[in-house]
């Protein structure tokens, strides 16, 4: 049982229902963790949503939150593993009066396109797994990026 | 048929059999208690405190095994009984408590007596709801009840805004409930269950390690039988006290903190722990890493979360301990008794070197001597409450215990003022025994209120008040552990516990000798009322055998054998 904090990515099926997601994110706070991002999304065709969680703490807290996770009633499922294929997305916003081809360039790299132009900037959108975004991101700060905002991960078990 | 949110928890009590109803009425709860007002299929106990009634709805539902219901208000009286809500939590007490809430149209507006009900409570329940509409109402009525009394059992909370009281719907509680994402299992797998009985058979000191969990599944005579059939010697947790009885020559005692030296022993020493509706609280494993540290551990618990949470289990089985304990019984021809007879003289000599004892004092009264005598007097008759100190302790130490369900105390959030409310439930589900409730001088002031309800409702708790003037366990850690720097615990100034309970209309008996004891008691239960017997007792004595906080079950304080000092 190492006690060392690990990125974990933590994906929950749970009823659609109010205040579920408060239940969910109880459970962390109330040990003193932090979640790094969440997103959440209703499953089409079924009274469910999920979630996915990515947060870091010691592999044994993690799985008692995993079982507690469990236990809340309104929680159908619950997935933590490696083995996750994992996307992020970020769109980040950029002065018109960059390189535009070359931005164009950087953002094919990172399976995305330049998504609309405006005045004075552009928004462009990547995808990918979180480490390269993280990348990705360190690479486009020398085009003065206004504002970025990321999705937070999505993550399917393979 | 069609009726009022308010007229469709009335039905729900009935369907589910509720005889009994704590509670305290206000505001946003009054279209309940006017229907409570026209109904007589149940009564309702008018507390003095919210705190009391969910207290008083733990001690009936421990006493009965049924769901307790409490009922109050929004605001302040949920929030004064958001303590029960956590105590129940803790020792997994089967609850439903629905509170009023301010209408639907001024949630969220700061409304007079306004609280996030929910969002307060979703940490101490095992599940909570806020009603937007009376059209859900049945479904979350019959869901909180199959809830709260399933799986590991828990309190769950229904805030009920006042308009939602109002509203007029369809009631059908014949309805199938429909919740896919809670099943609990029940059912050990038999594979692991096979495994374990064979590692038992392979054991040389085996020991059971039974929890309070055997009490919320029933099984306790399962377990008696168990334990029985395999000649394997047991320690119980404070929760598990009952499960076998006193005279059991198989059961070595209390384990923890304030277990007995032969318990802490035996689970040291152990080479397979049998686990039974346990959670490896820190109160009984001391230093975990030292904790049965040569054992195996077998783990059954309804709960898969309480497995190897904290301490690794080499045999988890999840499921109900009564449906496991019998499959496991299928197989006890497997396991021979006869292999255990030198660990159980091991233990025997473990306990011929340090019983659990204590040693009388001339002068003044020791307070582990009034619960052997309440035992000696009223033994398998009365059950026991306790509220929590030193007095708790020695409850759970000296008192002959003889069946589950006959004690009744706040184990995992360890709350004064518990007791006496408690009792006074235990007393409504079980008005053939004695409730008596052992307290202290300190404790008692938490819920004293509850001489009203008490004797307003004729219900004879009688509290037997260990009074040593002090907060005492706390006092014993300051003597312990902080050089007797005695920080506010000394309670020197006192009220008049005699003239308390006259105030009230109960009876109070002050008493300084063994003899005066008997006769308080004797008199007490003969005149079937409230009473208050405020025992004056050694103020010093302290609660031993003692594992200091964070250290090693077999380094233990030990009782100063006569004639040390
Ligand atoms: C509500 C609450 N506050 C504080 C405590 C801490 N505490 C534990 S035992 C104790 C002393 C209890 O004194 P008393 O009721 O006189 O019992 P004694 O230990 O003297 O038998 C205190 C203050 C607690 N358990 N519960
Ligand atoms: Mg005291």
Redesign the pocket.
């Known amino acids: 049982m190492t006690e060392e904090n690990q990125r974990r990515v933590v994906s929950v099926i749970v009823i659609n229902e109010a205040s579920v997601l408060s239940r969910i994110t109880d459970l962390f706070s109330g040990r003193g963790y932090n979640i790094t991002s969440l997103t959440v999304a209703p499953i089409p065709d079924s009274r469910y949503s999920r979630l996915t969680i990515v947060t870091a703490g010691s592999v044994r807290v993690i799985e008692q939150i995993t079982k507690q996770l469990h236990k809340l009633i309104p929680v159908l499922r619950v997935y933590e593993h490696e083995d996750m294929v994992e996307k992020e997305m970020a769109m980040i916003k950029i002065p018109i009066t960059e390189n535009l081809s070359d931005i164009n360039i950087l953002c094919e790299a990172y399976n995305g396109k330049i998504v609309n132009t405006g005045e004075n900037t552009i928004i462009a959108i990547v995808t990918d797994e979180p480490k390269r975004i993280d990348n990705f991101l360190n690479a486009i700060k020398r085009y003065n990026p206004k504002e970025i905002v990321r999705s937070g991960a999505v993550a399917l078990e393979r | 048929m069609q009726i009022s949110g308010a007229q469709m928890v009335i039905e729900a009590f009935i369907a589910e059999g509720v005889d009994t109803v704590f509670g305290y009425p206000g505001g946003a709860i009054m279209n309940v208690y006017d229907e409570i007002y026209k109904q007589d299929k149940f009564q309702h106990i008018l507390n003095r405190h919210e705190q009391a009634s969910v207290h008083a709805a733990e001690g009936y539902s421990k006493a009965s095994g049924k769901v307790g219901v409490a009922m109050i208000t929004s605001g302040p009286g949920f929030t004064n009984a958001v ?1 029960g809500l956590a105590d129940a939590y803790m020792d997994s007490i089967p609850l439903v408590v629905i509170s009023g809430q301010v209408p639907m149209s001024l949630i969220g507006t700061d409304a007079f007596q306004e609280i996030d009900a929910v969002g307060i409570s979703r940490s101490c329940t095992k599940h909570n709801y806020l009603v937007t509409d009376a059209k859900d109402l049945p479904r979350i009525l019959k869901e909180a009840f199959y809830i709260a009394r399933t799986g590991r059992p828990g309190p769950v909370h229904i805030d009920i805004p006042k308009d939602v009281t109002a509203q007029i719907e369809e009631f059908d509680y014949d309805i199938e409930l429909d919740l896919e994402t809670y099943k609990p299992h029940t059912k050990g797998n038999p594979r692991q269950i096979k495994k374990a009985i064979e590692a038992i058979a392979k054991a040389k000191r085996p020991l059971f390690y039974l929890g309070g969990g055997i009490i919320n599944a029933n099984a306790a005579y399962e377990v008696r039988e168990f334990v029985q059939k395999t000649g394997i010697p047991a320690v119980e947790t404070f929760m598990a006290r009952g499960v076998l009885s006193f005279d059991d020559k198989l059961l070595i005692g209390m384990l923890g903190m304030h277990g007995s030296y032969a318990s802490n022993m035996a689970m040291s020493e152990t080479d397979l722990v049998i686990g039974l509706g346990v959670r490896f609280d820190d109160r009984v494993t001391g230093k975990l890493s030292e904790f049965a540290k040569n054992a195996d551990v077998i783990h059954v618990d309804i709960d898969p979360a309480s497995i190897s949470k904290l301490v690794n289990a080499d045999y988890p089985i999840v499921g109900d301990v009564k449906n496991v304990v019998s499959d496991m019984l299928e197989q006890v021809g497997k396991i021979d008794s006869n292999n255990y007879e030198s660990w159980r003289e091991t233990i025997i000599n473990f306990n011929e070197l340090h019983p659990l004892t204590f040693h009388e004092d001339s002068e003044r009264i020791k ?1 582990q001597w009034v619960v052997k005598r309440v035992g000696e007097l009223l033994g398998d008759d009365a059950n026991i409450s306790t ?6 302790m ?1 409850a759970g130490q000296f008192y002959p215990f003889t069946r589950p369900r006959q004690f009744i105390s706040s184990s995992g959030l ?4 518990f007791g006496f409310p408690a009792a006074i439930g235990v007393k409504a589900a079980s008005p053939e025994k004695t409730s008596i409730n052992f ?6 002031l ?1 819920n004293v209120q509850e001489l009203m309800t008490a004797v307003e409702k004729k219900i004879p708790v009688i509290n037997i008040i ?3 003037n ?7 850690w300051q003597t312990l552990f902080y050089d007797k720097r005695h920080s506010e ?1 000394d ?1 020197s100034v006192q009220p008049d516990f005699v003239k308390l309970a006259e105030a009230f209309g109960g009876i109070g008996y002050r008493v300084k000798t063994k003899e005066e004891f008997d006769a308080a008691l004797k008199d007490a239960v003969e005149k079937n009322v409230v009473a208050f017997i405020e025992v004056i007792v050694h103020r010093m004595e302290n609660v031993m055998p003692m594992v200091p906080s964070g250290g090693s079950l077999f380094n233990m304080m030990l009782l100063e054998k006569k004639g040390d000092k």
């Open positions: 303590t307070p509220d929590v100190g030193q007095h708790q020695w360890g709350t004064m003022g307290t202290g001088d300190g404790s008692i938490m260990l009074n040593n002090f907060l005492g366990m706390v006092r014993q615990t309670l």
